[in-house]
T-cell receptor
Framework: GAVVSQHPSRVICKSGTSVKIECRSLDFQATTMFWYRQFPKQSLMLMATSNEGSKATYEQGVEKDKFLINHASLTLSTLTVTSAHPEDSSFYICSARDSDLTGMGQPQHFGDGTRLSIL | GQSLEQPSEVTAVEGAIVQINCTYQ??????LSWYQQHDGGAPTFLSYNGLDGLEETGRFSSFLSRSDSYGYLLLQELQMKDSASYFC?????????FGSGTKLNVKP
């Protein structure tokens, strides 16, 4: 089955630090990946759509200068939380869809998520 | 804009059948997906309805009515491991948006 690897699984760092999270599709190519944020006991909120070889598309209210997304290859997207503050502490999850599969309903495959804690 | 409604919590006993409803209002709608998420874990894909009607996958079935902007997830022969949060996620404009989720508690 399709596997998405997300790394690191957990980060604890000081306020003001920048943190990079990687999302890799291991056995398929993904021209599009998605980044979500989830606060405790809440739903997944789509932050941005990462497009290989072009700029990411951010959802309304998400600061593009704060959450830098790079999708440099068909299997890797990165999210960098710049100058992180305690309010950025959350569970960040990436997902990817197989580019070779057609049809609107092809499922997203999720990484295991990154739990970010800013002290 | 868009809106999604799901019950916040449902409780059922092992072996029972439970239905989780989802109503949505969104533009550019193509279909409806369902995901399961255990506490502390990432979501896993359960089903997708691109057309009206029922889709069956083992113990889980999902239904969609486009005219009613409504869908449901049906879980049969409930097991303790089915205790999790379940999210409906409309697919529109090449993205999935997640509802608030339904926490399912399965009791012995």
């Amino acid at each position: 089955g399709a596997v998405v690897s997300q790394h690191p699984s957990r980060v604890i760092c000081k306020s003001g630090t920048s943190v990079k999270i990687e999302c890799r599709s291991l056995d398929f190519q993904a021209t599009t990946m998605f980044w979500y944020r989830q606060f405790p006991k809440q739903s997944l909120m789509l932050m941005a759509t990462s497009n290989e070889g072009s700029k990411a598309t951010y959802e309304q209210g998400v600061e593009k200068d704060k959450f830098l997304i790079n999708h440099a290859s068909l299997t890797l997207s990165t999210l960098t939380v710049t100058s992180a503050h305690p309010e950025d502490s959350s569970f960040y999850i990436c997902s990817a869809r197989d580019s070779d599969l057609t049809g609107m309903g092809q499922p997203q495959h999720f990484g295991d998520g990154t739990r970010l804690s800013i002290l | 804009g868009q809106s999604l409604e799901q019950p916040s919590e449902v409780t059922a006993v092992e072996g029972a059948i439970v239905q989780i409803n989802c109503t949505y209002q969104t533009s550019g709608f193509y279909g409806l997906s369902w995901y399961q998420q255990h506490d502390g874990g990432a979501p896993t894909f359960l089903s997708y309805n691109g057309l009206d009607g029922l889709e069956e996958t083992g113990r889980f079935s999902s239904f969609l009515s486009r005219s009613d902007s409504y869908g449901y997830l049906l879980l049969q022969e409930l097991q303790m491991k089915d205790s999790a949060s379940y999210f409906c996620a409309p697919y529109n404009f090449n993205k999935f948006y997640f509802g608030s989720g339904t926490k399912l508690n399965v009791k012995p």
